[in-house]
């Protein structure tokens, strides 16, 4: 058993509990710190499959910006364990167990690919990940969508200030 | 290529407009003439030599169905401003921002009719959708504006997330974001058979264009968000977004259905009957033109979905033909809508003696709608039904959609009847001869198309 | 790494997300479990990449294959980006009106 | 002159617009000068006809083409013979008698009302010489109804009464059943030869099966019930009576009752070659004619009891055809046509001097007030009664003999029916004109004789009804002293040839006549003698009596047994099938949906958590359709 | 041009009448419209050149469908017909009043349009747009001007109809695609060849549209309402005219497009024709309201036609073909008295009238006449069309003729029920001063009258008329 094996095991454990940790608890300031946990689990995951890139991009924006935006919003909100809603518990119930068919549903299928069966992931190596090839690809083949992503980022400013602007 | 530079561009003139200038008018003046700009400038990618030629390294692919889509899109939005600027300019302060957001709207709606390959989808859906959750929620006070949007905007994110599982699993089957091949499994060498992660792909990618056309039971949100958006923007929604959004659902699927095999005719013709079902009949008991009209598009979006179902050339040329009537008609009624004091069908009792052309223009608005020969929404729907018979086989889905077409006719009629048989004082506000002007213009060209179908189909097409 | 197990990994991810989606009704924590969901398919995205550029190697040194499924995940990052900022203005703007984050809360809008 | 035939149905027609646009202005002289001199018009018209055929043959007219399909062409054509010329006679001329009675009898209407009677009474005329001349079944059906149609008209004549509008729809619905009988026979005539013309029919009739032939004969034979009464079709002739007299005498007396005799006559060579039908003929016809006198016995209205009296003679008529007396049949018409004409217009100038008072318990003693109607009255009576040598006894006599070489039974029945005749004619006779005034006093006061034009039909009538008879005087007596029969002889040609000749011994038939005559000789005294001295008694008739007076409750049969049940089901039809049943149903499918609306909505619960879980449900669902497609493709093939 | 001609005056005149405000002019411009409209198609059909009557120009090249007409017998009698009987309708009305009477007959002329479309269209689709553009005036028409219950009875008829015409509209899709030609026109439909499930399907498609158009029993529940609830002069439109709609399309239509079908389906059809000929008229017995009786009996006689249909033999059709035009007259005339009386006594129950013959003589005996022409009396006529069906159907199967004859009784029951509580007896209170028609009315009534007659007397001219029809529908194929 290689250490990356370990290691992914371990990810993946920590990954799911804190995944699941994030809906159990009640207090909606840990759940972002559990959900920070999962992105940190995950970069693992992207540093083990050698896409530094990524990893340090998910740790800047998911876990940096995103979730303390998230943090921000709450605490301004000052919500906690009182305030938090809590659906009914029939609801609940049916949501874990629809989810858990589409799962379900989901792993069946994988299983009756056979032609996934040996396919593995490259570990460790293949320096598609590395930013000097990711930054070629984007601003060679990809700068369409790129600049196009701008019109994305306007109107996401646009309708930030629409909405959140007093008037 | 030009649409989508040109639109993005005047996103942010009128963004700047909105800084220049405080006067709400001149705004929607900006915005006219910009429409005109674009549609130009798709005319010119469609037909003359000057098109901004960039190499999207096969991303985007122009051709003229979409070109065709855009230029009905663009129009489309031209007469929706037209009628309707007013109500934009009144409906909040940063009116030019509402114009900026439509235009990135048009942007995303014509990278939708061009897109290749699932990244460009994926942008251009994300483009057309985060606007809109703006513009639902632009009426700030009001808290069905608030609860539409946010209602719009979970839900939308969520079928974001579909949309990318599904994208993800075509790319582990397949290697590429491009849909209809099987590349890996010939690499493997294996027996040719499609790859259950590619079906399973390729179907989580069908609920979400589900979701984004509101084809039941994927349809829940589209009557709240209607129904709670400030009315000039769910006609916005109704027509020009939804429309994009079956170009792109036919663009994306139109030569790809061979991978599904025949489950697929079933799966859709479920997917059919149970929108119309939900749509028609749902629509019968509303109280609320508004809400009405959501549930209608609901029921409009299943007839369209025929094209889908027949994936021929007829569907795709009646695909043109069904947008540009249904959103003009759409347009026309919602702009009568929104011109009403009371939403509810109570509300148009009596309009035929107080606004006896309003009340002639809307009801040619929703013969068009009903379908009824003489408006342009008979060959629409002729065209899908007629795609049907062609691709033969399952008659009777045209029978049971016949069938529903009838249940259509009640809820459009009950408007007529408040309109014309029912005693009342329609209150609206105040009504410009412009105003009634671009109805009828509206109107007539509804008949136009009805008795001309062709013509369009000339212009726009062949 | 087999690739199963990834998938399983991340499919589990993705579905423990939407049982979030479906079990909780702060809003903010539905936007949560949603970002969930997206993380678990750039996870699945990044592998499928490197499985692809695996088989590619054997045949070409060089080869870019699979760089196409990290820029993707890119691609989503920035989608994401733009849609939380969007959407924690929403979720802001309804607490403003009603304080409150209640997805239940608001039900206006019904039949 | 036969060419010149379309005259005789023109005249009347003529009168009919004249008299019917012009009645507001017409002054009431004027109108009956033209409803009565039409008709005289056309019975000159019809007398040279009469001569004409008499002198050489019939033939057929044709005015123009009256429908012309591929399968069939039916031409509006004329039949001009011997006995269509005979039947024009008797129609214009008791016709012409008639309306000049009516002239005196009517003369209280208001103009407008007497011009009407008159353009009713012409229009009958028309439509009476349609079905006469009318020379294929098709335009036979145009009078045949068209009488039905004018009967209706007379009948309900005093509309403000709705007793009397009742009867006249009595009368039409029960003539129309009739007529169905007859189209189905004109259908399935036109079906097996493709022409409904008597002569090509007549011609080809060997064409047709046995089973052909019986069934279109018995079908026209359902016509003839409706139209000349007979059971089970006879109730709507005594209610018929509400009409105005001379109506009675002319239409349900004289002429259109007769209509049944004439057109089997007409194809007589048809029944001849149905024995089945014959039979039934005449045993509907016997039994008509016994059951109708039974109730005549007891009748208490004078017009009433002429009327039953006219069903049992038609009776007699029906028989005469049954056992293939063809001319004797078509003889006692004509006699028929004379006496019964006369007895109605006879107790129309009673009812005329009673101020319309019809109960002949409230009369008696008569003869000395209404000198002429009694001595004509009485005369008839002896017609009808058969006494010899009125006419009556000859035409009824030889329908008898003829059924009695049938078969005997038919005759002694016969006999018993004529014996009852003679009873109930002269009860009435008695019950009228002799004994003492029952009436009221003014009543008594005003009684008087009636102006010329009542009383010179009355004559003219009695004389025809007198010698009436002498035209077919029985081969016992003298050698072709039947006129009548040799004059008819070619239309029954035919028949006659396969009819088996049968001749009784002359001695056998005097004592027939003999003895028949006798007794009826015994029935009149007894009946004058046991009513002579009769007063108006309060007691309830029982048993038989109460029975005959009611009519043998016949009219309540229909009513419960056809009339009542038939409405029962309309109105089951109305409110139960149509507004539960079919309209429900559709109405149904509206309600469906609607109320599916109101509970789908529901599921639009308005809670983003619900929609996402029904989303997530609904795409297990199709992972799950598609695994398992196969299924599915087997259900669909299924199904589809 | 002449067809051309025939359906723009209407539609432009309707169209125009839209904005003249003024009752009386609008009324009489109404009529000019209308007398125009007849003039051309007398002189079209009687005395016009015979290539004048037909007319093709490009309409949908890409749909394969032409804007063709034609005037076969049938169509020649009908347009007759339509032409024949809106001023007829017209001059009856003139004194009804209407509110917004400019919209009123502008629709009215419209309706005209849409009529006459249907009977010269020679091509499926624009049949089918005329089908639906008859409708939507009458629709509008009996919705604003009709009795109380209007707005849902009128609703009714309108999806119920609607419905049949969108099956219809898929079955032409059918057929259209099975036809080699690729074309719309009625000539190359006579030319597909189906398979027998194919055939059977489309052929009810096509079948229920016009069985609940005629209508036949049980598709009838729509019309005795909206006979009772519409204005008058709109029902005479309906059960005038339209009611041919349903005929004549079954003719044009159904029996030569799917000959095999339409004979493997004629007993069903029949039988349910028959049996809706009783029903009606034992429901007729038992209705107290002049316009639903009339209504029922209508529908009597349409089941009679429809079986004729469905003989397939010449006779029958001949019936049909006369008796189409027949109904429609003596129909008309029906509606004319019974509008007169409503207007007049401002009821139309039996039993609040009565005794009408001494206050209106002239009313009384027009009326009578019109009753026995509506039970089919010799020379009048109805009695030429009945004949001829019964025969036919007669010659199909004396059992069923012989069940459909007893209509004919019931026929005789019912209009002379009704004839006998309107006119005779003596006059109760409504009546007590009821006055004599007059004018107009009493003039139309006449005319209406006369052609009964005369057609009663001298049917010969409509059979000519119409031979041609029937031979091209039985003969061929």
């Given at each position: 058993m290689s250490t990356i094996q370990i290691l992914f095991f371990f990810l993946s454990a920590l990954a799911i509990f804190s995944a699941v940790m994030v809906l159990v608890s009640k207090n909606p300031v840990h759940s972002v710190l559990w959900l920070i946990a999962v992105f940190f689990a995950i970069s693992g995951h992207y540093v083990l499959l050698n896409a530094q890139f990524l990893a340090i991009v998910n740790l800047i924006v998911y876990a940096g910006a995103i979730m303390v935006l998230f943090l921000f919003v709450i605490m301004l909100m000052n919500l906690n364990t009182e305030t938090e809603p809590q659906k009914h518990i029939w609801m609940k119930l049916a949501g874990v167990i629809s989810g858990g068919c589409f799962l379900l549903m989901l792993i069946s299928l994988v299983r009756q690919t056979q032609e996934m069966v040996g396919r593995k992931a490259l570990m460790a190596e293949g320096n598609i990940g590395l930013i000097k090839n990711l930054g070629k690809a984007l601003f060679g083949d990809y700068v369409v969508p790129f600049e196009i992503t701008s019109v994305l980022f306007l109107s996401a400013m646009v309708g930030a200030v629409v909405i959140g602007k007093k008037d | 290529m030009n649409a989508i530079i040109v639109s993005a561009l005047l996103g942010v003139v009128m963004m700047f407009s909105g800084i220049i200038s405080k006067n709400k008018s001149v705004h929607t003046v900006?915005?006219?003439?910009?429409?005109?700009?674009?549609?130009?400038?798709?005319?010119?990618?469609?037909?003359?030599?000057?098109?901004?030629?960039?190499?999207?390294?096969?991303?985007?692919?122009?051709?003229?169905?979409?070109?065709?889509?855009?230029?009905?899109?663009?129009?489309?939005?031209?007469?929706?401003?037209?009628?309707?600027?007013?109500?934009?300019?009144?409906?909040?302060?940063?009116?030019?921002?509402?114009?900026?957001?439509?235009?990135?709207?048009?942007?995303?709606?014509?990278?939708?009719?061009?897109?290749?390959?699932?990244?460009?989808?994926?942008?251009?859906?994300?483009?057309?959708?985060?606007?809109?959750?703006?513009?639902?929620?632009?009426?700030?006070?009001?808290?069905?504006?608030?609860?539409?949007?946010?209602?719009?905007?979970?839900?939308?994110?969520?079928?974001?997330?579909?949309?990318?599982?599904?994208?993800?699993?075509?790319?582990?089957a397949t290697g590429s974001f491009t849909l209809g091949q099987s590349k890996s499994i010939a690499g493997a060498g294996l027996v040719v058979q499609t790859s259950f992660l590619q079906i399973a792909g390729m179907l989580l990618l069908f609920v979400a264009m589900c979701f984004k056309v509101s084809a039941a039971p994927f349809h829940f949100w589209t009557p709240d968000v209607y129904d709670g958006a400030p009315g000039v923007f769910t006609s916005f929604m109704a027509t020009i977004v939804k429309a994009s959004g079956f170009i792109a659902f036919i663009r994306l699927f139109e030569n790809n259905t061979s991978v599904l095999g025949p489950t697929w005719k079933i799966l859709l013709s479920l997917v059919i009957v149970a929108t119309l079902l939900v749509g028609n009949i749902t629509a019968v008991f509303q109280q609320s033109v508004k809400r009405m009209l959501a549930y209608s598009s609901i029921a409009q979006a299943g007839f369209m979905l025929f094209a889908l179902y027949s994936a021929n050339d007829l569907a795709k040329e009646g695909i043109l033909l069904y947008s540009a009537a249904y959103s003009l008609a759409t347009i026309g009624i919602f702009a009568v809508l929104i011109k009403m004091k009371d939403y509810t069908f109570d509300g148009f009792n009596g309009l035929a003696k107080t606004q006896p052309v309003v009340a002639l223009a809307t009801t040619i608005c929703l013969l068009s709608l009903a379908g009824i020969p003489l408006t342009a929404g008979f060959f629409a729907k002729y065209y899908m039904l007629a795609s049907v018979v062609k691709a033969g086989g399952s008659i009777w889905l045209v029978i049971v959609a016949v069938l529903f077409a009838a249940v259509s006719v009640y809820y459009y009629f009950r408007v007529i009847q408040a309109m014309y048989f029912k005693n009342g004082e329609a209150e609206t506000l105040e009504i410009t001869n412009g105003f009634k002007t671009g109805l009828l213009v509206l109107a007539a060209l509804i008949v136009l198309i009805g008795i001309f179908p062709t013509i369009v189909l000339n212009w726009f097409y062949f | 790494m087999p690739i199963q197990y990834y998938i399983y990994l991340c499919l589990t991810l993705f579905s423990i997300g939407i049982i979030g989606v479906l079990t909780r009704r702060n809003a903010i924590i539905v936007f949560m479990c949603i970002e969930l969901m997206l993380n678990a398919v750039n996870l699945l995205l990044v592998a499928f990449s490197k499985m692809h550029h695996g088989a590619a190697l054997v045949s070409d040194k060089a080869t870019t294959v699979g760089i196409e499924g990290q820029l993707f995940v890119f691609f989503i990052m920035v989608v994401a980006a733009a849609e939380v900022s969007v959407g924690l203005a929403i979720i802001v703007m309804m607490y403003r009106n009603t304080h409150s984050v209640d997805i239940n809360f608001l039900n206006r809008l019904k039949n | 002159?036969?060419?010149?035939?379309?005259?005789?149905?023109?005249?009347?027609?003529?009168?009919?617009?004249?008299?019917?646009?012009?009645?507001?202005?017409?002054?009431?002289?004027?109108?009956?000068?033209?409803?009565?001199?039409?008709?005289?018009?056309?019975?000159?018209?019809?007398?040279?006809?009469?001569?004409?055929?008499?002198?050489?043959?019939?033939?057929?007219?044709?005015?123009?083409?009256?429908?012309?399909?591929?399968?069939?062409?039916?031409?509006?054509?004329?039949?001009?013979?011997?006995?269509?010329?005979l039947f024009l006679l008797i129609i214009t001329g008791i016709g012409f008698l008639i309306h000049l009675y009516s002239s005196a009898y009517m003369h209280e209407e208001e103009p407008q009302h007497y011009g009407r009677y008159f353009a009713y009474l012409n229009l009958f005329v028309f439509s009476m010489l349609l079905l006469i001349l009318g020379a294929n079944y098709v335009i036979m059906f145009i009078g045949w109804e068209g009488v039905g149609l004018c009967s209706y008209l007379l009948i309900g004549f005093w509309f403000?009464?709705?007793?009397?509008?009742?009867?006249?729809?009595?009368?039409?619905?029960?003539?129309?059943?009739?007529?169905?009988?007859?189209?189905?026979?004109?259908?399935?005539?036109?079906?097996?030869?493709?022409?409904?013309?008597?002569?090509?029919?007549?011609?080809?009739?060997?064409?047709?099966?046995?089973?052909?032939?019986?069934?279109?004969?018995?079908?026209?034979?359902?016509?003839?019930?409706?139209?000349?009464?007979?059971?089970?079709?006879?109730?709507?002739?005594?209610?018929?009576?509400?009409?105005?007299?001379?109506?009675?005498?002319?239409?349900?007396?004289?002429?259109?009752?007769?209509?049944?005799?004439?057109?089997?006559?007409?194809?007589?060579?048809?029944?001849?070659?149905?024995?089945?039908?014959?039979?039934?003929v005449a045993v509907i016809g016997l039994a008509t004619a016994i059951f109708a006198a039974t109730i005549a016995l007891k009748q208490n209205d004078i017009k009433k009891v002429l009327a039953y009296s006219t069903v049992s003679q038609l009776g007699y008529m029906f028989l005469g055809l049954g056992v293939g007396a063809y001319t004797g049949a078509v003889f006692h018409v004509m006699t028929h046509a004379f006496f019964k004409a006369l007895l109605f217009l006879g107790a129309g100038s009673v009812i005329h001097a009673m101020h319309h008072e019809q109960d002949i318990r409230k009369m008696g003693g008569l003869k000395r007030y209404l000198p002429i109607t009694h001595i004509?009255?009485?005369?008839?009576?002896?017609?009808?009664?058969?006494?010899?040598?009125?006419?009556?006894?000859?035409?009824?006599?030889?329908?008898?003999?003829?059924?009695?070489?049938?078969?005997?039974?038919?005759?002694?029945?016969?006999?018993?029916?004529?014996?009852?005749?003679?009873?109930?004619?002269?009860?009435?006779?008695?019950?009228?004109?002799?004994?003492?005034?029952?009436?009221?006093?003014?009543?008594?006061?005003?009684?008087?004789?009636?102006?010329?034009?009542?009383?010179?039909?009355?004559?003219?009538?009695?004389?025809?009804?007198?010698?009436?008879?002498?035209?077919?005087?029985?081969?016992?007596?003298?050698?072709?002293?039947?006129?009548?029969?040799?004059?008819?002889?070619?239309?029954?040609?035919?028949?006659?040839?396969?009819?088996?000749?049968?001749?009784?011994?002359?001695?056998?038939?005097?004592?027939?006549?003999?003895?028949?005559?006798?007794?009826?000789?015994?029935?009149?005294?007894?009946?004058?003698?046991?009513?002579k001295k009769y007063q108006a008694s309060t007691t309830e008739a029982t048993g038989v009596g109460k029975l005959l007076e009611n009519k043998w409750y016949i009219d309540e049969l229909y009513d419960a047994v056809i009339v009542n049940p038939l409405n029962a089901l309309a109105g089951f039809f109305k409110n139960i099938i149509e507004k539960a049943g079919i309209d429900g149903l559709v109405n149904g499918v509206g309600k469906l949906v609607s109320y599916g609306s109101r509970q789908l909505r529901l599921v639009q619960s308005g809670q983003v958590g619900n929609y996402i879980l029904i989303m997530v449900l609904a795409m297990v669902v199709f992972f799950l359709v598609w695994f398992n497609d196969g299924y599915i493709y087997q259900l669909i093939n299924k199904i589809f | 041009m002449i067809p051309v001609s025939l359906i723009l005056i209407p539609l432009?005149?309707?169209?125009?009448?839209?904005?003249?405000?003024?009752?009386?002019?609008?009324?009489?411009?109404?009529?000019?419209?209308?007398?125009?409209?007849?003039?051309?198609?007398?002189?079209?059909?009687?005395?016009?050149?015979?290539?004048?009557?037909?007319?093709?120009?490009?309409?949908?090249?890409?749909?394969?469908?032409?804007?063709?007409?034609?005037?076969?017998?049938?169509?020649?009698?009908?347009?007759?017909?339509?032409?024949?009987?809106?001023?007829?309708?017209?001059?009856?009305?003139?004194?009804?009043?209407?509110?917004?009477?400019?919209?009123?007959?502008?629709?009215?002329?419209?309706?005209?349009?849409?009529?006459?479309?249907?009977?010269?269209?020679?091509?499926?689709?624009?049949?089918?747009?005329?089908?639906?553009?008859?409708?939507?005036?009458?629709?509008?028409?009996?919705?604003?001007?009709?009795?109380?219950?209007?707005?849902?009875?009128?609703?009714?008829?309108?999806?119920?109809?609607?419905?049949?015409?969108?099956?219809?509209?898929?079955?032409?899709?059918?057929?259209?695609?099975?036809?080699?030609?690729?074309?719309?026109?009625?000539?190359?439909?006579?030319?597909?060849?189906?398979?027998?499930?194919?055939?059977?399907?489309?052929?009810?498609?096509?079948?229920?549209?016009?069985?609940?158009?005629?209508?036949?029993?049980?598709?009838?529940?729509?019309?005795?309402?909206?006979y009772e609830q519409s204005p008058t002069s709109v029902t005479m439109v309906m059960s005038g005219i339209m009611v041919k709609?349903?005929?004549?399309?079954?003719?044009?239509?159904?029996?030569?497009?799917?000959?095999?079908?339409?004979?493997?389906?004629?007993?069903?059809?029949?039988?349910l024709s028959v049996v809706g000929m009783l029903y009606a008229s034992l429901i007729a017995i038992r209705q107290d309201d002049i316009k639903r009786l009339i209504a029922y009996s209508s529908i009597a006689h349409i089941g009679l036609m429809s079986a004729a249909i469905f003989t397939h033999n010449k006779t029958g059709m001949e019936g049909v073909m006369i008796q189409m035009f027949n109904h429609g007259i003596n129909v008309i005339g029906l509606w004319i008295v019974a509008d007169t009386i409503e207007q007049q006594l401002g009821t139309r129950k039996?039993?609040?009238?009565?005794?009408?013959?001494?206050?209106?003589?002239?009313?009384?005996?027009?009326?009578?006449?019109?009753?026995?022409?509506?039970?089919?009396?010799?020379?009048?006529?109805?009695?030429?069309?009945?004949?001829?069906?019964?025969?036919?159907?007669?010659?199909?199967?004396?059992?069923?003729?012989?069940?459909?004859?007893?209509?004919?009784?019931?026929?005789?029951?019912?209009?002379?029920?009704?004839?006998?509580?309107?006119l005779y007896g003596n006059t109760v209170p409504v009546t007590e001063n009821a006055k004599e028609i007059s004018g107009n009315v009493k003039w139309m009534l006449v005319v209406v009258v006369i052609v009964v007659i005369v057609l009663g007397v001298y049917p010969q001219p409509m059979i000519e008329l119409t031979k041609d029809t029937v031979n091209a529908i039985l003969v061929n194929r």
């Open positions: - | 900006v915005a006219v003439v910009g429409l005109l700009l674009l549609i130009i400038a798709n005319l010119l990618n469609s037909y003359g030599p000057y098109v901004i030629n960039i190499n999207t390294h096969g991303l985007l692919s122009v051709e003229q169905f979409g070109l065709f889509s855009n230029t009905i899109a663009f129009t489309a939005t031209l007469v929706y401003v037209l009628l309707s600027g007013k109500t934009i300019e009144n409906t909040g302060v940063n009116v030019a921002d509402y114009y900026a957001l439509i235009f990135f709207v048009l942007c995303g709606v014509s990278i939708l009719s061009s897109f290749n390959g699932l990244l460009m989808l994926f942008l251009g859906i994300e483009i057309l959708s985060i606007p809109l959750y703006i513009l639902t929620g632009a009426d700030k006070r009001n808290l069905k504006s608030n609860e539409a949007s946010l209602k719009y905007f979970l839900m939308g994110s969520f079928s974001t997330g579909i949309l990318l599982m599904g994208i993800t699993l075509i790319y582990g | - | 002159m036969s060419k010149l035939v379309y005259l005789v149905p023109l005249f009347p027609l003529l009168g009919f617009l004249i008299n019917g646009l012009g009645r507001k202005s017409m002054s009431k002289s004027l109108i009956a000068i033209v409803g009565s001199g039409s008709i005289l018009a056309s019975f000159i018209v019809s007398l040279l006809i009469f001569f004409d055929v008499k002198a050489n043959g019939g033939t057929v007219v044709t005015l123009f083409n009256f429908i012309d399909v591929e399968s069939f062409k039916i031409p509006f054509a004329f039949q001009v013979d011997q006995l269509s010329s403000k009464n709705n007793n009397y509008n009742y009867a006249a729809r009595k009368a039409f619905v029960m003539n129309r059943i009739g007529d169905l009988g007859f189209l189905l026979a004109v259908f399935w005539i036109l079906l097996k030869l493709g022409t409904a013309t008597y002569g090509e029919v007549f011609a080809n009739v060997s064409k047709l099966s046995s089973f052909d032939i019986t069934a279109i004969t018995m079908l026209l034979f359902v016509g003839a019930m409706g139209k000349s009464a007979q059971i089970p079709l006879y109730t709507w002739l005594p209610d018929a009576m509400a009409g105005p007299t001379p109506v009675s005498a002319l239409i349900h007396a004289a002429t259109m009752v007769t209509a049944g005799i004439y057109m089997i006559a007409r194809s007589n060579i048809l029944y001849t070659m149905a024995p089945a039908t014959q039979t039934l004509t009255f009485l005369l008839g009576c002896l017609a009808i009664a058969g006494i010899p040598p009125f006419s009556g006894f000859f035409s009824k006599d030889e329908i008898l003999t003829a059924a009695f070489s049938k078969n005997p039974l038919y005759y002694f029945i016969g006999v018993a029916g004529a014996l009852m005749t003679a009873f109930y004619m002269f009860r009435l006779y008695t019950l009228t004109f002799l004994g003492q005034f029952r009436g009221t006093h003014e009543q008594e006061h005003h009684l008087h004789e009636s102006p010329w034009q009542m009383t010179f039909p009355l004559i003219v009538l009695a004389i025809l009804s007198v010698v009436g008879g002498w035209i077919g005087i029985p081969e016992v007596f003298a050698e072709n002293a039947h006129s009548l029969e040799h004059f008819l002889a070619p239309v029954f040609a035919e028949s006659t040839k396969l009819a088996e000749q049968h001749h009784l011994a002359a001695s056998q038939e005097y004592l027939m006549m003999g003895g028949t005559t006798l007794a009826i000789i015994i029935v009149i005294v007894f009946a004058v003698n046991s009513y | 432009i005149t309707g169209l125009a009448a839209f904005f003249i405000k003024e009752a009386r002019s609008v009324k009489a411009w109404a009529l000019l419209s209308s007398v125009i409209t007849l003039a051309i198609a007398a002189y079209g059909i009687f005395l016009g050149p015979a290539k004048e009557l037909a007319f093709d120009a490009a309409w949908l090249p890409e749909l394969g469908s032409r804007f063709t007409l034609m005037t076969d017998g049938m169509g020649k009698m009908l347009v007759l017909l339509t032409v024949g009987l809106f001023p007829v309708i017209f001059a009856a009305t003139y004194q009804n009043e209407y509110k917004k009477p400019g919209s009123y007959y502008a629709l009215m002329l419209l309706s005209q349009a849409g009529l006459l479309g249907v009977f010269l269209a020679a091509d499926a689709l624009v049949f089918y747009f005329f089908w639906e553009l008859a409708l939507i005036p009458v629709y509008f028409l009996c919705s604003i001007w009709g009795g109380e219950k209007r707005i849902a009875v009128t609703f009714k008829f309108f999806i119920y109809t609607f419905i049949g015409s969108l099956l219809m509209l898929v079955g032409i899709l059918f057929l259209y695609f099975q036809n080699p030609e690729h074309s719309f026109a009625l000539q190359s439909f006579y030319h597909i060849q189906l398979t027998a499930g194919q055939e059977n399907l489309v052929f009810w498609l096509f079948f229920i549209a016009f069985a609940i158009k005629m209508p036949i029993f049980p598709f009838h529940t729509w019309q005795p309402d909206a709609m349903g005929i004549f399309a079954a003719i044009r239509w159904l029996l030569p497009v799917f000959p095999h079908a339409s004979v493997q389906f004629a007993n069903p059809i029949i039988i039996f039993s609040e009238l009565g005794g009408l013959a001494q206050k209106a003589p002239v009313l009384a005996i027009l009326f009578v006449v019109l009753c026995f022409a509506n039970i089919a009396l010799p020379l009048t006529n109805a009695f030429i069309g009945e004949f001829l069906m019964f025969n036919g159907l007669f010659q199909y199967n004396a059992w069923i003729a012989a069940a459909a004859v007893i209509s004919v009784i019931l026929a005789a029951v019912y209009t002379l029920n009704m004839v006998q509580k309107v």
